[in-house]
Nanobody, 117 residues
Framework: QVQLVESGGGLVQPGGSLRLSCVAS????????MGWFRQAPGKQRELVAT???????DYADFAKGRFTISRDNAKNGVYLQMNSLLPEDTAVYYC???????????WGQGTQVTVSS
């Protein structure tokens, strides 16, 4: 089964940028729909951005125009470029892989993003 490791989180000032990375092992991401989710304290986990059916992408409304999801199949990685960050973007960001064969979901351990001055 695939294992996912996120990195790239940290503390950033409002208006700043971060690039999150998720690297998969144990399987090629080609057979997974890869996505990013986040969970803020006291809130439910929510979709940020995801690939669907190959190269199609979906973004949450709050992410449109600020965040960009990308993938590099050769590196078995998926990335989230986040610009114009706001304090309300503070959350733990999780990478998810959904098998296109079984629809089973796999999650990474998460990476903390804190937006604060």
């Amino acid at each position: 089964q695939v294992q996912l490791v996120e990195s790239g989180g940290g503390l950033v000032q409002p208006g700043g940028s971060l690039r999150l990375s998720c690297v998969a092992s144990g399987g090629s991401i080609v057979i997974y729909d890869m996505g990013w989710f986040r969970q803020a304290p006291g809130k439910q986990r929510e979709l940020v951005a995801t690939f669907r059916s190959g190269s199609n992408t979906d973004y949450a409304d709050f992410a449109k125009g600020r965040f960009t999801i990308s993938r590099d199949n050769a590196k078995n990685g998926v990335y989230l470029q986040m610009n114009s960050l706001l304090p309300e973007d503070t959350a733990v960001y999780y990478c998810k892989a959904r098998s296109v064969i079984s629809s089973r979901d796999y999650w990474g351990q998460g990476t903390q993003v804190t937006v604060s001055s």
